[in-house]
């Protein structure tokens, strides 16, 4: 996978009030949380950081060169991300540092390919988790889980287990998780009633 190179400054942990101007002025704050070094406050541009996602097309999964430090760039994925509720922009980044030796966890998405032989036969398939947890060097992140469904029949299922995943990458989670099904329709419909039976008990609560 391709690093994404991001400039930042490092900026003094001064409060959430220095952080507010921060973006008042366009900037945003983040830290850096390193392997054995204390954590780093920085600031950057949030333009940079969002061309860093897109150029890279795996979204949060991003390996980020950070450079503008004082002890030098560092490999970097985000940690955790704050947004803004009503602009959905970004308000505070945590970035943890990695190295190319190390195994980190990762959510992948899944795509599956194909038509399913029980949705010939009239069943109806049913995504389970689109996203499939992974360990692996974090330069070595798969884009993306692609799943041949082609083979799947009705009462069928495929699980974590049943995928063939790069070299070098494992799973993160059982192999019994369950990725995708195909269910007869009376079973789809009876399971669409109790989502929305569910759905609806919440909402009065």
Do not use: W
């Amino acid at each position: 996978m391709e690093t994404q190179t991001i400039q930042v400054q490092e900026r003094a942990p001064d409060g959430k009030r220095a952080s507010r101007k921060l973006r008042h002025n366009g900037r945003v704050p983040g830290v850096l949380y390193g392997h054995k070094e204390a954590p780093v406050a920085f600031e950057f541009d949030p333009k940079e950081l969002r061309k860093c996602l897109r150029s890279s097309g795996v979204g949060r999964n991003t390996v980020f060169r950070v450079e503008g430090l004082a002890r030098g760039a560092v490999l970097a994925i985000i940690k955790e991300s704050d947004l803004d509720p009503v602009r959905r922009e970004v308000t505070h980044v945590d970035l943890i540092e990695v190295r190319e030796t190390d195994r980190v966890d990762v959510d992948v998405p899944v795509h599956l390919d194909g038509k399913a032989a029980g949705v010939v036969e009239g069943g109806i398939l049913q995504p389970v988790s689109r996203v499939l947890p992974l360990t692996c060097s974090p330069l070595n992140i798969p884009r993306e889980i692609r799943v041949d469904v082609t083979s799947l029949r009705i009462g069928h299922s495929i699980h974590g287990g049943d995928v063939a995943l790069p070299a070098g990458v494992s799973l993160a989670v059982p192999p019994s998780i369950t990725l995708v099904t195909v269910k007869a329709p009376r079973d789809a419909a009876a399971s669409t009633a109790e989502e929305e039976a569910g759905a609806e008990a919440k909402a009065t609560k």
